[in-house]
């Protein structure tokens, strides 16, 4: 492991911050910056060097690093083509490339890395066609290939065969470079659709989709839209996802993860007694997200239930934001 992370660093031309000064002999590489190994071996099983500006290609000898889970090189200056030796890491789960400048196409021998969770290469310069068959990722949840130049081919029998294993995958194709398969069959509404993600909603196993899986997305949606945050980013991998980050500050802290603009228009639109109010109605509509995204789709709201409560949330809004005029209109 040592000569390989070693060959790992010689091919890392650019360290502003020489945070790879421990990488030498005298230490033991479990102790190097970046590196985690396992609690009973010493072998390696994290590579994270995420945001730290450097810079140059990812070696070939990453492959021999067996044992890896996670590689977290996002926001860095990384170039040239990912080696396909990353098809040597039958063990990894969590991919992370995002905001670099890798090239070239996607690793034919990425479809041996069965165990893989997320895969995020959003935001670099990767080309070429997208696997068609995805039936060896079948623990896949999250693949952002987004601001990439790829060819949209995914097809949605394939796509079907990793929901039929009851995975929630999240495509998020590049904005203007939507997939063909994103048009919603007349039959139901198997997507929801932003600018910048690509849900893929939960088929039952025949040619009807499941409206928990319609439910399930929704929820995803909802989350995004007043948390502000995808769930794609960065900050979720391993054990936590958008889902589990909301969930762990509801009710009581919902306005720590907030989007700050949105939590900006809220103090203005409202007077302050209606403050708490307001507060209260995110708590709900951040309730009907987690309800939504509940891990057995038999526990998942039903869309009525969902429609019908946010028509209420709907008019205490209203009536915070009349409130609000009216008390403009008695100072003026």
């Known amino acids: ?13 650019e360290d502003p911050s020489n945070v790879l ?3 030498n002999k005298s230490a033991h590489f479990c102790e190097w910056q970046g590196v985690t190994c396992g609690p009973w071996h010493q072998r390696v099983i994290s590579l ?28 860095n200056s990384f170039r040239g083509q990912i080696p396909q030796e990353i098809g040597q890491l039958f063990q990894l789960q969590h991919l992370v490339l995002s905001n670099n400048f890798f090239e070239g196409e996607l690793p034919i021998s990425l479809a041996q ?8 290469l959003s935001h670099n310069r990767l080309r070429g066609n997208i696997p068609t068959d995805l039936s060896s990722w079948s ?15 995914i097809q949605v029998l394939e796509t079907r065969q990793l929901r039929e294993r009851n ?16 048009q919603a069959p007349s039959s139901g509404f198997p997507y929801i659709m932003t600018p910048w993600l690509f849900l893929i909603a939960e088929y039952g196993m025949g040619a009807q989709a499941s409206t928990h899986g319609d439910v399930y997305s929704f929820g995803i949606l909802l989350i995004e839209m007043f948390v502000g945050k995808r769930p794609t980013d960065v900050m979720f991998t391993d054990n936590l996802n958008i889902q589990q980050f909301t969930k762990m500050a509801h009710p009581d802290r919902v306005l720590d993860i907030m989007d700050s603009q949105l939590r900006l228009e809220m103090e203005r639109l409202c007077v302050q007694c ?18 939504c995204t509940a891990e057995q789709p038999r526990e998942r709201m039903d869309i009525s239930a969902v429609l019908k409560g946010l028509h209420i949330i709907r008019n ?16 003026m």
């Open 1 to 13: 492991a040592q000569q390989a992370l070693l060959a790992i660093k010689d091919l890392i031309l």
């Open 274 to 291: 209606d403050f708490c109010k307001m507060t209260e109605c995110m708590v709900w509509i951040l309730q009907i997200g987690i309800t």
């Open 113 to 120: 890395c069965t165990e893989i969770r997320s895969i995020r």
């Open 316 to 331: 205490v809004l209203l009536e915070c934001m009349r409130k609000k005029e009216r008390y403009g209109e008695e100072r």
């Open 167 to 182: 995975n929630e995958l999240t495509f998020s194709p590049a904005e203007g470079n939507t997939p063909p398969e994103a």
């Open 48 to 75: 994270k060097l995420a945001s730290l500006g450097l810079g140059g290609s990812l070696s070939p000898q990453v492959g021999r690093l067996t044992f890896l889970r996670t590689i977290n090189l996002s926001n």
């Open 21 to 23: 000064r421990t990488w």
């Open 139 to 153: 623990k896949l949840r999250v693949l952002d290939l987004s601001a990439n130049h790829f060819n949209w081919t």
